[in-house]
């Protein structure tokens, strides 16, 4: 399916990408439509992780592949997408998005600029066409800690060969369905980096997403919560420092108030304790 996704150059091209998509109580595959309105589905290679209890989703398209899976938690799909993902590049990715003309192109031009990275980060723009949040305008060889912590799934491509070598994965106690309901995408790329291998970003949008992402539609307490589990376990140690500037950073944008700040803390405490309590 793949063997003829690298030109005589060597540079990538779109036939070496699939798409893993996560997604839940399917039988039919309408929503594909809405996903790629300028693309035609049959030109394209598809991965569909299918959580369901009793509908099953059947492909006989050879270029559409289905799991379906009893299972419950969006990582565990992500990482059930990743073994059985045949691309050499991968783009995750849920039912509710909307990916934009020429996107496949604009991932694998991003590769060939940065053909070192194993993970390139791309833009996103909600239903009014403005970009989802504040991107940096020139692209980025390397990102920091700060650049990662605020990523979401559907801006993230892999180099798949180099994520498996080094056995990287989702934690399967965050994410949809899992204890923590966030986190996921952030520990994901802290494997990647602390593995030494390279996450670049490109200032080009290939997706939109008309829906609030999950923290914009949680109460602060359970959003430091997760906070607090997500960060021991991206930086064991060293959790009160990065929660301590968490608080500083959202009392500055006005997104913590300072009568709430004991609080919020209290509920990090809350998760981290949890978080260390499940790995034991």
Not at 52 to 69: A, C, F, G, M
Not at 102 to 117: E, H, K, M, T
Not at 173 to 194: A, D, R, V
Request: proline share 3%; net charge neutral; with cysteine.
């Amino acid at each position: 399916m793949f063997k003829d996704s690298e030109n005589s150059t060597g540079l990538y091209t779109k036939q070496s990408i699939e798409i893993l998509i996560a997604t839940m109580h399917r039988d039919n595959f309408d929503f594909l439509e809405s996903m790629f309105p300028h693309e035609n589905i049959n030109t394209l290679q598809l991965l569909i992780i299918n959580q369901t209890d009793t509908k099953e989703l059947i492909s006989s398209q050879p270029n559409i592949r289905v799991i379906n899976s009893h299972e419950r938690g969006l990582s565990k799909s992500r990482n059930m997408a990743l073994q059985s993902a045949k691309g050499e590049l991968c783009i995750i990715t849920d039912d509710d998005v909307i990916f934009l003309p020429d996107f496949l192109d604009i991932v694998a031009s991003g590769y060939n600029q940065f053909p070192n990275a194993s993970m390139l980060r791309f833009r996103a723009e909600k239903d009014d066409g403005i970009l989802l949040k504040k991107y940096p305008k020139s692209p980025k060889e390397k990102l920091s800690w700060l650049d990662i912590m605020n990523v979401v799934s559907f801006e993230i491509t892999i180099k798949r060969a180099a994520i498996l070598k080094e056995n990287i994965s989702f934690n399967e106690h965050f994410g949809l369905g899992s204890t923590f309901t966030m986190g996921e995408e952030q520990i994901f790329l802290s494997s990647i980096k602390k593995a030494n291998l390279q996450l670049s970003y490109i200032p080009q949008t290939i997706v939109r997403h008309d829906h609030p992402s999950t923290h914009q539609k949680v109460s602060f307490t359970t959003n430091y919560y997760v906070q607090g589990a997500m960060n021991d376990a991206l930086f064991e140690g060293k959790t009160n420092f990065w929660i301590f500037l968490k608080i500083l950073f959202d009392v500055k944008q006005g997104i913590l108030k300072f009568n709430q700040i004991t609080e919020a803390l209290n509920a990090a405490k809350e998760g981290r304790r949890t978080y260390r309590n499940l790995k034991r």
